[in-house]
């Protein structure tokens, strides 16, 4: 266990290390920079921010610098929210997302893995199809049709429910951003749950226990249930991540101001330590998550040991 | 990012000579046998996330917003727009106009009960054009040639060499390096607003935090979260706090006019914002929380002259003819907008523009004459003239880029293909030249029809490059005239001939403002407004 | 332009079809796969109505009474009531806001949308099924090191290089689908790697070896017409995906051109004003969440008619 966490931290460090340059490289190379205004500043006013932030400098140095800075925990200033560094910005923005996601996710996993064994265990009956469609809706509806749509009928009209804002994390605000995320998540966890599903009782093990006259749910919740959540987990480690960025929509409509915006917006303002400082952040969380996905998918599946 | 265009005038100042005012002070003036609201508490929609709330490094309309009920700076402007006593409650000028005395109150206090003195508005000056703090605003202080100004920015200055200086605790002097009439309306704007010294270097760029920030406005910052909200809470050590209603302000920076709307229907926002298409049925539904006022701002087309055929006026003033304005502001902006012909919008103070001849022509006379003109420049369907219309990502943008490619197409030889662009990648373009029609949009830095005429010199922000030999010597000679209308209606008519811009519209501000919220100045010229002068009606 | 894109979608179907017989005829193992497919009802049925959509984005115009770009000036001046969907104006699915035919529009936005979809995932799927059939056959420390260059790329936020590559490189729909396609091979590549590694152990393969059959003909005859069923799969739910990201690179405007169009353009509009003119919302709407149905559903009869589990 412990070799495997020590393998994986190494692999990380090469990973990170392309990871940055490229994006470092992109991000300098795009037209336009972070002080490029329509009046146009006198050039000695230039020059001063440029000193200051470092821009003046050759490119590969400005990458060196900010790659030392990183190491020593320093994600560097803002270019855009000037009384801010990255650090002061990234980790409230990152709770905002994070706590979404994971009530979204929690939600999403218990429901879609319910409606995806319900709909496996009445494989192809109108109970399978009007779950699956139901589910569905919720991935082909897009969350900046949904997100407006949530906030018309329960902000709106019925008054149930503020139309946006944050504020700590106070129950009433999560609500609607949560459901959004969520039946984004719902259809396709059921989808692969349904799968899953499909397949364990298919396979030779479950065919035996039936054999054996063992009690269907018993089979189900002791024998099938494992082996059908590894394509649930695998798919989850990645998932997360996603809905993090994805979060973009959710962010803008109802202004709760989480990490989504803030990568959105660093890269068309020019932010260049936002953009780096998120993509530094989701490059360790998506490597993180996976090797989390990998530990819990060798407790659930006997054949793989580290 | 639209936003971050500044709009602070500074009315040009008509008598400059000593003044001391009698006329009553900014505050919540609520009318006698008002019943207020229990819960004073204000929240509006603030278009964008401030860049910074330092403000000496602010640039942009949603920081200054909060800076003006943050701070307070020598004079505040009072609800048409004209100065009014704020630190400074009287001033004076020598003879030559080169010398400003401000004379400033006793009791103005910080939000920690330190007094606001003359040396904080040295500090905050001087940092102003420190190339060390590297403000984007620097040049604001170049505009009334303080004395130094310019080369303490250049770094061949130290700040400390500013011209300005602290007589006492409460006497503040400016020096200027010439006699620059309007430079007393300049210090309502947040550049020259005073900051807490000691409170700047203990805590460097992290002054401005909640934990941190002492000011000496009306509110104090309360809480700051980025992309969310942002809290205001009385200052209770403010001069004028008794005259003040509003407890708590609460700007929040709401980006998509869908979500403003949806937050004030919801009835999260006393000031809210709309989507321009669902005026029509905004007008039945709340018709009188629709506010709809001039801007100082004009919208136009760039033509690069630099790239054939737009260096012949010919097809510059075709496409500018064919051009249906009336179509664009009533069916497209729709809200109340003016169809634009010159550059300088018409309300523009002391300065009566001239209607451009083409104005007046009835819309088929200006398509026969387009038609003409596109004839002579060589075009024709057989050989039609390919056009690629840049614009930045805005719905609005793109509507106007819509309708006008397609008023291009019906009526000349024209083809368009539309170019949209994000903020950044079309400022650089257009620095660059590298568009040959570019939509631009322009509002006035202080209320005088040179910041617009200004543009077009051959040292403006002129990214068409078109230069006129005459152009220039009017707006040059204009400097040091006491009535520069006529130079300004010359400029005009050598725009209109020439046509190297094509002005479409001049703007308006449009807002949503419930009926609970009183003494809200939605009527001043240049939308600056302060939050202790509102006060919460009960319903 | 439009040509050019109705001709490339033609051409895809066409290439399609020619794929089907060549491949399917012959052997048992896809015989077996159609005749489930074709017995799997929900899928039939989706398969039958997105080849309603396509020809509606190929030959809609042939109907419309305007072209997408050209603006209804009475129209315009309201658009509520004037550009209400009706039959004796001409404007079926009624006008957008500034009064250009809605109908005209939604049947461009149908071939963008359809076309960034199906491109964008055949580049993605091409690349990435090279690409995992080539580490995993060649096998050794080449496969290690590709599949951790596939795991580097992994990391990199994928919105993020979508976003930089479309303000660098403009907005041409070519690029949009390159772009897109270019960084979403990964998956693709790690599944037939992976497919290809338990292929190669099979018994099938070891014999043909044994038989002193060629490196190059076991690639072509064994192990490419098997991963052709997950590749296939992997498309029909990788193209409704591609769709949905399109419709999200509108919402940041960063999509197509105008006056080009795609349906998340056009929802992204209508959502704007579904209070007041629903119809600007509903129609692209519609034609968005039945191909994405379709699509969904079609995959999973696919899968389930390829499924090896299932014979």
Known sequence: ?306 | MKKTKLLQSMLLASAVAASSLSAPLMAADVPAGTKLADVQEFVRDNGAEPGSLDPQKIEGVPGANIARDLFEGLLNQSRDGKEQPGVATSWSANADNTVYTFNLRKDAKWSNGDTVTAHDFVYAWQRAVDPALASPYSWYMEIPMIVNASKIVGGEAEPSSLGVRAVDDFTFEVTLEGPVPFFVKMVTHTTMFPVHKATVEAHGDKWTQPENIVTNGAYTLAEWKINERMELTRNTNYWNDAKTVINKVTHLPIEAASASLARYRADELDFGNFPTEQIKQLRKEMGDEIYITPKLCTYYYILNTQVAPYGDARVRKALSYAIDRDIITEHITATGQLPAYGLTPEIIANFDPQAPAYASMSQADRVAEATKLMAEAGYSDSNPLNINLLYNTSEGHKKIAIAISQMWKKDLPVETSLENQEWKTYLSSRNEGNFTVARAGWCGDYNEASTFLDLMTSTGMNDGKWINAEYDELMAASKTMSDPSANYNRAEEILAEEMPIIPIYQYTGVNLIKPRVGGYAYDNPEGNVYSRDVYIKAE | MLFKSRQAVSQLAAALADNDNAVLEGRSLWQDARRRFFHNKAAVVSLFIIGLIILFALGGSQFAQYSYEEIDWLALSDPVSLGRPSIETGHYFGTDKLGRDLYARTVQGSQISLLVGILSSLVAILIGTLYGAASGFIGGRVDSFMMRIVEILSAMPFMFFVIMLMVMFGRQIILIFVAIGAVSWLDMARIVRGQTLSLKNKEFIEAANACGVSQWRILVRHIVPNVLGIVLVYASLMIPGMIVFESFISFLGLGVQEPQTSWGALINEGVATMEIALWQLLFPLTFLVVTLFCFNFVGDGLRDALDPKER
């Open chain 1, 1 to 306: 266990m412990l070799s495997f966490i020590i393998k994986r931290a190494l692999e990380a460090i090469p990973t990170m290390l392309v990871l940055t340059f490229v994006s470092f490289m992109l991000m300098y190379l795009a037209p336009g920079s972070p002080f490029l205004t329509e009046k146009g500043m006198p050039p000695e006013v230039l020059a001063n921010i440029n000193a200051k932030y470092n821009l003046d400098k050759p490119l590969l140095e400005q990458y060196i610098i900010y790659l030392g800075n990183l190491l020593q925990g320093d994600f560097g200033p803002s270019f855009r929210y000037l009384d801010f560094s990255i650090n002061d910005l990234l980790w409230p923005g990152l709770v905002v997302s994070a706590t979404i996601g994971m009530w979204a996710l929690l939600f999403a996993v218990i429901s879609g893995i319910a409606m995806g064994m319900m709909a496996a265990l009445n494989r192809n009956k109108t109970t399978d199809y009007s779950i699956m469609t139901i589910a569905m809706l919720g991935i082909v509806l897009p969350t900046f049709v949904m997100a407006p749509l949530l906030v018309l009928l329960f902000s709106i009209k019925l008054r149930w429910l503020p139309a946006g804002g944050w504020n700590d994390g106070a129950a009433q605000y999560l609500v609607l951003p949560v459901i959004a995320v969520t039946t984004h998540l719902v259809a396709q966890i059921a989808r692969i749950t349904r799968g899953s599903l499909i397949e364990v009782l298919n396979s030779n093990f479950i065919r035996t226990a039936q054999a054996k006259g063992l009690p269907f749910r018993y089979i189900i919740f002791k024998h099938a249930f494992k082996p059908m959540m590894l394509p649930v987990v695998s798919y989850l480690g990645p998932v997360f991540v996603g809905v993090l960025t994805g979060s973009v929509v959710i962010d803008v409509y109802f202004g709760t101001g989480g990490i989504g915006q803030h990568f959105v917006n660093g890269a068309i303002n020019r932010d260049y330590s936002m953009v780096m400082g998120v993509t530094v952040l989701l490059g360790v969380m998506y490597i993180f998550f996976n090797a989390v996905t990998d530990i819990v998918y060798a407790f659930i599946d006997p054949k793989i040991r580290y």
